[in-house]
Antibody, heavy 119, light 113 residues
Framework: QVQLQESGPGLVKPSETLSLTCTVS??????????WSWIRQPPGKGLEWIGY???????NYNPSLKSRVTISVDTSKNQFSLKLSSVTAADTAVYYC???????????WGQGTLVTVSS | DVVMTQSPLSLPVTLGQPASISCRSS???????????LNWFQQRPGQSPRRLIY???NRDSGVPDRFSGSGSGTDFTLKISRVEAEDVGVYYC??????????FGPGTKVDIK
């Protein structure tokens, strides 16, 4: 079973770049069996899919965030990462990493990490 | 993007009684391969989402059989046959047919009367 763990700063200043890493165990980011996603959830609100990266390096982002998002993969560390630029208070959320094993789904989720955007 | 709606948004239930949540999509979720990629997730308080159901009616390993999913096209339902205290939380439907992006419903909060 794949296990995922998010890490990164819990506080980011407005206009700066949010950077998070997801460490994968029980699976390989180099495998064609998985898509690796980021999802977020503002406090007390619903879920928003941010984007994914495939082992080949191909990415796809939610159009609502596309201009500010970069997802990358580090095969040497079995990790993938999220960068979200020009953040505002509206980007304050719990950020989850997840993986797609079953077509059309998100099979496994990390525990999530709260990122607060504030000066 | 496909818009997902759920009803009700709040569902107070009595322990041992059934519960039902409806999910509707703005377009058919039948994919060209014949499958329908509609998922249900449970999010208990303070926890990350956990998948219960995939492809409309397939229950994940370890999910109690009191949970069942049904539906087709644009209309789907999650049923809990007898609600237990551990079922308290928010339930989300999510479509994976027209992705990217995956899109989620707004969530239905289930609590005990």
């Amino acid at each position: 079973q794949v296990q995922l763990q998010e890490s990164g700063p819990g506080l980011v200043k407005p206009s700066e770049t949010l950077s998070l890493t997801c460490t994968v165990s029980g699976g390989s980011v180099s495998s064609g069996s998985y898509y690796w996603s980021w999802i977020r959830q503002p406090p007390g609100k619903g879920l928003e899919w941010i984007g994914y990266i495939y082992y080949s390096g191909s990415t796809n982002y939610n159009p609502s965030l596309k201009s500010r998002v970069t997802i990358s993969v580090d095969t040497s560390k079995n990790q993938f990462s999220l960068k979200l630029s020009s953040v505002t208070a509206a980007d304050t959320a719990v950020y989850y990493c997840g993986t797609t094993v079953t077509t059309g789904s998100i099979d496994y989720w990390g525990q999530g990490t709260l990122v607060t955007v504030s000066s | 993007d496909v818009v997902m709606t759920q009803s009700p948004l709040s569902l107070p239930v009595t322990l041992g009684q059934p519960a039902s949540i409806s999910c509707r999509s703005s377009q058919s979720l039948v994919y060209s391969d014949g499958n329908t990629y509609l998922n249900w997730f449970q999010q208990r308080p303070g926890q990350s989402p956990r998948r219960l159901i995939y492809k409309v009616s397939n229950r994940d390993s370890g999910v109690p059989d009191r949970f069942s999913g049904s539906g087709s096209g644009t209309d789907f339902t999650l049923k809990i046959s007898r609600v237990e205290a551990e079922d308290v939380g928010v339930y989300y439907c999510m479509q994976g047919t027209h992705w990217p992006p995956f899109t989620f419903g707004p969530g239905t909060k289930v609590d005990i009367k």
